[in-house]
């Protein structure tokens, strides 16, 4: 089943199947960058706007009131790829598909924060995706960093973090990974990263294994872009987001969206001080590590118990922000819950398996029992 | 095949003689300047002839004006101006002196 698309072509509605909706936007899209900053963009764009109507109109009846994917294909195909001023002087309509698949110049790459991927700001995301390498090592140097240098790092990632601009646009989104936005230039590099691919090394080398599993991760990484794209940059004239939000619930949102920010950065900075006190004096706040754990363990209890509360508040905050744009939170529904429920089947499995970590466990527990009673002079149930 | 790969160059050049020619016949709209180019060496589609449309009127070769149709939205009317039509005569005597001249060189 197929979701209806209503669309708004000069002012009369069209009705296009999901797939063919996505066909039309990129189709418009790509004519949009074709066309650059030529001054009579708007009119060219609502020039062919008006083509694709009438083309729509001979294919729908009375009984016949959605134009299919199949259908859009055709109507794209007969309207060809727009040529702007770049484009015309680069040759022939196929003579310039040709010199654009053979790899003009790359993408350019440039640092944002990605607010999609972030822990608490988006920077070790970003420049994870500007080295192309796995955010969470950034992470890890980043924490390292903070615990050899007593904190200064912390203080480097805050002013990195209003320094780095984040990446709002589907183009900023594109930079920052360096990969290109527009559906020609994502078919350009698909047709050239095959071609890599399958040119050289015969295919039974381990080699040639690895590069289809980057090819891959690549095609991956570019369809995310452009759900990000439909998702950040709504058409003008396609349908409103899902549910119209109330101006009391943006509101809301909004300011809920901002505490969780807050709180989130407040806990880490609580996290990188525990973890800095813990190092140097061996105890955090009065709490110290009961004796015979060794200070690794305390480490890593203090790292699961910030990513179990982080991950709690940044899914709160991926609800605010929901809120608030009125757009559906799917970035966020694997991020906290999903990395809990990991974590406590994790934490069964070596709580049932291994004897020395159930031990340990207990041990945990009491020892978390006790601080809490004596410090709140409180006696908890069955003491 | 041969010809119309190699001399795409070439057509393209002309597609704005092509145009004018047409637009100087009589008033016409989009869909009636792809149809006429259809079955001829210099068929284009939308994507290419709307920029180009919009370039010639920027250049003030054309102008257009609405006209209501019986059917659906008013459509731009496209016409040739004094300027085009200077143009048109040029470019008919440079093709012409072109012409001239490649057979002149032949001999």
Redesign the interface.
């Known amino acids: 089943m197929e979701r209806v698309v209503t669309i708004n072509l ?3 509605p069209y009705q296009l199947d999901e797939s063919a909706y996505d066909a039309l936007r990129a189709y418009l899209d790509a ?1 949009a960058k074709a ?1 650059g900053d ?3 963009k708007a ?2 764009i609502h ?2 706007e ?2 694709i109507a ?1 083309k729509c ?1 001979s294919y729908l009846s009375p009984a016949k009131t959605v134009v299919s994917q199949g259908e859009m294909s055709k109507i794209l195909q ?7 001023e770049a484009t ?1 002087n680069a ?5 310039g598909a040709k010199s654009s698949e053979s790899g003009g110049p790359a993408p350019k790459k440039r640092i944002y924060r990605i607010a999609e991927d972030a822990k608490i700001a988006g920077v070790c995301a970003g420049i994870g995706a500007y080295f192309n390498i796995d955010p969470n090592i950034i992470r890890l140097l980043f924490i390292i960093l903070t615990v050899v240098t007593h904190g200064f790092f912390a203080l480097v990632y805050v002013v990195m973090m209003f320094v780095i601009p984040s990446a709002i646009t589907s183009e900023e989104w594109a930079a920052a990974h360096g990969i290109p936005f527009n559906a020609q230039e994502v078919i350009d590099e698909a047709k050239r990263h095959y071609r890599d691919f399958t040119a050289d090394g015969p295919p039974w080398s381990g080699n040639w294994k690895w590069r289809r599993r980057e090819w891959k991760r690549a095609m991956r990484d570019r369809a995310r872009a452009f759900r990000f794209y439909w998702r950040y940059a709504p058409p003008t004239a396609a349908a409103p987001p899902t549910g119209p939000v109330s101006a009391l619930v943006r509101h809301f949102g909004g300011l809920f969206a901002f505490v969780f920010a807050i709180v989130g950065a407040a806990l880490l900075i609580g996290f990188i001080v525990s973890i800095i006190s813990l190092v140097s004096t061996g105890a955090v706040l009065n709490w110290a590590p009961p004796v015979g754990v060794p200070l690794w363990v305390a480490i890593l209890v203090l790292c699961i118990a910030f990513g179990v509360i982080n991950g709690l508040v940044h899914t709160l905050r991926g609800i605010s922000v929901s809120m608030m744009t009125g757009y559906p939170s799917w970035r966020y529904h694997d991020g906290g819950f999903g990395g809990l429920v990991v974590l406590v089947i994790v934490g069964w499995i070596f709580y049932t398996y291994v004897p020395e970590a159930h031990n340990w466990m207990l041990l945990t527990w009491m020892q978390l029992r006790m601080w809490f009673e004596t410090t709140f002079n409180v006696h908890a149930i069955n003491g | 095949m041969g010809a119309e790969e190699n001399f795409a160059g070439i057509r393209k050049g002309l597609l704005e003689f092509a145009i004018l020619r047409i637009v100087a016949g009589q008033l016409v709209y989009a869909a009636d300047i792809l149809q006429r180019l259809g079955p001829t060496p210099f068929a284009t589609q939308e994507g290419t002839l709307y920029p180009l449309l919009s370039k010639m009127r920027r250049e003030e070769l054309v102008d257009y004006q609405w006209v209501e149709s019986g059917a659906g939205p008013p459509r731009k009317y496209y016409r040739l101006t004094d300027k085009g039509q200077t143009r048109l005569n040029d470019l008919s005597a440079y093709w012409t002196n072109l012409n001239h001249t490649l057979d002149e060189l032949g001999r």
């Open positions: 000069n002012g009369n004519a066309l030529n001054p009579d009119e060219i020039d062919l008006q083509a009438d109109a007969e309207m060809g790829p727009v040529e702007g015309a040759g022939t309509a196929d003579g």
